[in-house]
């Protein structure tokens, strides 16, 4: 698919005064040459580095090989590879031909994965299978300089709808550079330093790992780990002097939970942030003691780049429980069912407006988020400020599992498992769990006939449909669905009767 294709040939510096993406890689390329890039490490612990200079030329390639392919301006393309050194190359090669990267999860099963691309409908699919055959034709293609482009939209990133369906958010952003996308977070409070070494622990194809680029951009230094492991992280802290990176919970638990952790050498790290999830009290308060308050950011925001609050473990701590106030310019409404405002401790639905935000689309048919007249919108939160402007979140998305720092819509999971022939009625729910935060749990009403089916049974076939942060960790039989007249069901007095 082409979405809004702009022409080619745009000159640096054209649109706004900003810099298109790839034409900003040549210029890194030609201040910083011989410096290093982007390091990726794989899970054997080996490493391969790329130069600016041979970041800039091996973009280039790529760029003439997905050209080659049939990409083009506005064109989308599915990058369905895990984090290595060509998902780089691949997402900084379409932004040279002004093409717009979609990464997407590498293992989703056959089912899913053919709803994801049909939503995308891909000009071209970097995956296991064209992977070997893209890389070759790069390498045999020129390095030399391409002719300005500019790629309509930055990116888009996948997710999962409310109604089940697969959807892409599209960033409305052109990819244009400029120097305020690659400021750094903590810059808000106290100078930072660049370059920095910037540590990617997480998948890119999520919002926070992909963003990173954009640092890349400004000239940071990246090290992106292939697979997320807690203690091949602190190995690349200390080996890369890593100065900060971005984690969900489920990761700083498990790195907190290293039994060296206090004996490793964390003194390169400046500062550190905390996203996707509301952490706990007690494991933001272990990262304190490991950095301090002032080293750990936390912040509050979603793909489709409604807004963004942050705050500062000192903050925090004069806020417990808050997800911090508006940043970069981000205004925070709280409203009721009736659409009236709302003042300090009312709870309400959460409205953000910013001025960052150059908005958002959806493929695959998902409704827009709801807005007011002067362009607030809403992510369906609930929660509440308090009289100094900090936000506190009381709950997420109404139906929305947070499990591990991903978003899971029960009724994807549902519409997975409604297709076994032994179930008649299944509802997912979101359950506490220490490790994940919350859980996915299914609440089966089996088949009549099925009297034998067993928990692993459901497990094995949600396993065969969905990714695997998608599968239900636990399965609960019940001989009926408590559904209303109209079929609907009361998912939080459901979790409520389970204890959440």
Same mark, same amino acid.
């Given at each position: 698919?082409?979405?809004?294709?702009?022409?080619?040939?745009?000159?640096?510096? &054209?649109?706004?005064?900003?810099?298109?993406?790839?034409?900003?890689?040549?210029?890194?390329?030609?201040?910083?040459?011989?410096?290093?890039?982007?390091?990726?490490?794989?899970?054997?612990?080996?490493?391969?580095?790329?130069?600016?200079?041979?970041?800039?030329?091996?973009?280039?390639?790529?760029?003439?090989?997905?050209?080659?392919?049939?990409?083009?301006?506005?064109?989308?393309?599915?990058?369905?590879?895990?984090?290595?050194?060509?998902?780089?190359?691949?997402?900084?090669?379409?932004?040279?031909?002004?093409?717009?990267?979609?990464?997407?999860?590498?293992?989703?099963?056959?089912?899913?994965?053919?709803?994801?691309?049909?939503?995308?409908?891909?000009?071209?699919?970097?995956?296991?299978?064209?992977?070997?055959?893209?890389?070759?034709?790069?390498? &045999?293609?020129?390095?030399?300089?391409?002719?300005?482009?500019?790629?309509?939209?930055?990116?888009?990133?996948?997710?999962?709808?409310?109604?089940?369906?697969?959807?892409?958010?599209?960033?409305?952003?052109?990819?244009?550079?400029?120097?305020?996308?690659?400021?750094?977070?903590?810059?808000?409070?106290?100078?930072?330093? &660049?370059?920095?070494?910037?540590?990617?622990?997480?998948? $890119?194809?999520?919002?926070?790992?992909?963003?990173?680029?954009?640092?890349?951009?400004?000239?940071?230094?990246?090290?992106?780990?292939?697979?997320?492991?807690?203690?091949?992280?602190?190995?690349?802290?200390?080996?890369?002097?890593?100065?900060?990176?971005?984690?969900?919970?489920?990761?700083?638990?498990?790195?907190?939970?290293?039994?060296?952790?206090?004996?490793?050498?964390?003194?390169?790290?400046?500062?550190?942030?905390?996203?996707?999830?509301?952490?706990?009290?007690?494991?933001?308060?272990?990262?304190?003691?490991?950095?301090?308050?002032? #080293?750990?950011?936390?912040?509050?925001? $979603?793909?489709?780049?409604?807004?963004?609050?942050?705050?500062?473990?000192?903050?925090?701590?004069?806020?417990?429980?808050?997800?911090?106030?508006?940043?970069?310019?981000?205004?925070?409404?709280?409203?009721?069912?009736?659409?009236?405002?709302?003042?300090?401790?009312?709870?309400?639905?959460?409205?953000?407006?910013?001025?960052?935000?150059?908005?958002?689309?959806?493929?695959?048919?998902?409704?827009?988020?709801?807005?007011?007249?002067?362009?607030?919108?809403?992510?369906?939160?609930?929660?509440?400020?308090?009289?100094?402007?900090?936000?506190?979140?009381?709950?997420?998305?109404?139906?929305?599992?947070?499990?591990?720092?991903?978003?899971?819509?029960?009724?994807?999971?549902?519409?997975?498992?409604?297709?076994?022939?032994?179930?008649?009625?299944?509802?997912?729910?979101?359950?506490?769990?220490?490790?994940?935060?919350?859980?996915?749990?299914?609440?089966?009403?089996?088949?009549?006939?099925?009297?034998?089916?067993?928990? &692993? #049974?459901?497990?094995?076939?949600?396993?065969?449909?969905?990714?695997?942060?998608?599968?239900?960790?636990?399965?609960?039989?019940?001989?009926?669905?408590?559904?209303?007249?109209?079929?609907?069901?009361?998912?939080?007095? $459901?979790?409520?009767?389970?204890?959440?």
């Amino acid at each position: 698919m082409s979405v809004g294709p702009i022409a080619a040939g745009v000159a640096p510096g &054209q649109a706004d005064g900003g810099i298109p993406f790839g034409t900003r890689l040549q210029q890194l390329a030609e201040q910083l040459g011989d410096e290093r890039a982007v390091v990726t490490l794989a899970p054997d612990g080996s490493a391969h580095s790329l130069t600016f200079a041979e970041l800039d030329a091996r973009a280039n390639q790529w760029g003439r090989a997905l050209a080659a392919a049939g990409a083009e301006v506005g064109a989308l393309v599915a990058l369905a590879i895990p984090n290595c050194e060509h998902l780089v190359l691949a997402a900084l090669g379409c932004w040279k031909i002004g093409a717009v990267p979609v990464p997407m999860r590498w293992d989703l099963p056959d089912w899913e994965r053919s709803r994801v691309l049909k939503v995308i409908d891909p000009v071209v699919v970097l995956d296991d299978e064209h992977r070997s055959a893209l890389a070759s034709r790069a390498a &045999q293609e020129p390095a030399s300089p391409l002719p300005d482009a500019l790629s309509p939209m930055v990116n888009g990133i996948c997710s999962s709808g409310s109604t089940g369906l697969p959807k892409v958010i599209l960033n409305l952003a052109q990819a244009l550079w400029t120097p305020e996308h690659s400021v750094p977070f903590m810059a808000h409070w106290m100078p930072v330093p &660049q370059p920095q070494t910037i540590l990617v622990p997480g998948p $890119m194809y999520h919002t926070n790992g992909f963003a990173p680029l954009n640092n890349l951009l400004g000239g940071d230094r990246l090290v992106v780990l292939e697979k997320f492991d807690a203690a091949r992280v602190v190995d690349a802290i200390e080996r890369y002097r890593v100065t900060n990176f971005t984690a969900t919970p489920t990761m700083l638990a498990r790195i907190a939970a290293l039994p060296d952790i206090r004996r490793r050498d964390l003194s390169s790290v400046a500062w550190i942030l905390q996203g996707a999830a509301v952490i706990p009290p007690g494991l933001l308060r272990t990262w304190f003691e490991l950095l301090s308050p002032e #080293q750990v950011l936390m912040a509050y925001g $979603m793909t489709e780049n409604l807004g963004l609050t942050v705050l500062r473990g000192d903050e925090w701590l004069a806020h417990p429980g808050s997800v911090g106030r508006g940043f970069r310019g981000t205004e925070i409404r709280i409203l009721d069912e009736q659409g009236r405002e709302l003042g300090p401790g009312e709870q309400g639905e959460i409205y953000l407006r910013a001025p960052m935000s150059a908005g958002y689309s959806y493929l695959g048919g998902a409704p827009p988020l709801p807005s007011t007249p002067d362009g607030f919108r809403s992510a369906g939160d609930i929660g509440h400020v308090d009289v100094d402007g900090y936000l506190y979140i009381a709950d997420r998305r109404a139906d929305m599992i947070i499990t591990g720092g991903a978003n899971v819509f029960p009724a994807e999971v549902e519409c997975a498992l409604a297709e076994h022939p032994d179930i008649d009625d299944v509802v997912v729910i979101g359950l506490p769990d220490p490790d994940w935060g919350r859980r996915v749990h299914a609440v089966v009403q089996p088949a009549p006939s099925a009297a034998s089916l067993t928990e &692993q #049974q459901v497990i094995a076939y949600a396993k065969s449909r969905l990714a695997p942060y998608k599968v239900p960790k636990t399965v609960e039989f019940v001989e009926q669905i408590p559904r209303t007249a109209a079929t609907k069901i009361n998912r939080s007095a $459901m979790v409520r009767e389970r204890g959440g």
